[in-house]
T-cell receptor, first 115, second 112 residues
Framework: KAGVTQTPRYLIKTRGQQVTLSCSPISGHRSVSWYQQTPGQGLQFLFEYFSETQRNKGNFPGRFSGRQFSNSRSEMNVSTLELGDSALYLC??????????????FGPGTRLTVL | QQPVQSPQAVILREGEDAVINCSSSKALYSVHWYRQKHGEAPVFLMILLKGGEQKGHEKISASFNEKKQQSSLYLTASQLSYSGTYFCAPGYYGGSQGNLIFGKGTKLSVKP
């Protein structure tokens, strides 16, 4: 099976702009989780989607949003970019997203740099 | 609820062994272990489930102590390819969907 894919791999934006990142999960997986990784804060959960519904959301401002399509592909959007949004954005797919028993497989990530 | 990992960093020579610990303040149902190399995404190593079932990697083993609410990852006869940062993420039964809470990581460096 093909792994999780994310596009684009690298992005450079300026403050105030918005950005959309895309994630295609492993075939058959219905849950997609998004994480932000920075050197200072580590891996932090953004949100999780299952069957086109957001089931869970982390502690991030409303500028961070996402959605999932009927084919389980997911996008996340960050509006009004700030310098602190520079990070590696990772998506992870799993079968049903049961965090205590299901395995999450990560994509290669999108490296976002905000200037 | 973030787990505590120890040590924060360890340096080994090829062939040496290492143990990485992960402690939780809550009762665990499972523990996930990942390794991340610099500039890459985390790679799943294994998941340990309550009751002893282990799914994952062949060359790296782990234990799960429910009473102590902790897990340990054992890397034996380390190879250069073992270098990276190791993360644990506890699974709490009935916990929030799709949300793995990762520890701060243990940086492992294997030297020739």
């Amino acid at each position: 099976k093909a792994g999780v894919t994310q596009t684009p791999r690298y992005l450079i934006k300026t403050r105030g702009q918005q950005v959309t990142l895309s994630c295609s999960p492993i075939s058959g997986h219905r849950s997609v989780s998004w994480y932000q990784q920075t050197p200072g804060q580590g891996l932090q959960f953004l949100f999780e989607y299952f069957s086109e519904t957001q089931r869970n959301k982390g502690n991030f401002p409303g500028r961070f949003s996402g959605r999932q399509f009927s084919n389980s592909r997911s996008e996340m959007n960050v509006s009004t970019l700030e310098l602190g949004d520079s990070a590696l954005y990772l998506c992870a797919s799993s079968d049903v997203g049961t965090s205590w028993a299901d395995t999450q497989y990560f994509g290669p990530g999108t490296r976002l740099t905000v200037l | 609820q973030q787990p505590v990992q120890s040590p924060q960093a360890v340096i080994l020579r090829e062939g040496e062994d290492a143990v990485i610990n992960c402690s939780s303040s809550k009762a665990l149902y499972s523990v996930h272990w990942y390794r991340q190399k610099h500039g890459e995404a985390p790679v799943f190593l294994m998941i340990l489930l309550k009751g002893g079932e282990q799914k994952g990697h062949e060359k790296i083993s782990a234990s799960f102590n429910e009473k102590k609410q902790q897990s340990s990852l054992y890397l034996t006869a380390s190879q250069l390819s073992y270098s990276g940062t190791y993360f644990c993420a506890p699974g709490y039964y009935g916990g929030s969907q799709g949300n793995l809470i990762f520890g701060k990581g243990t940086k492992l460096s294997v030297k020739p």
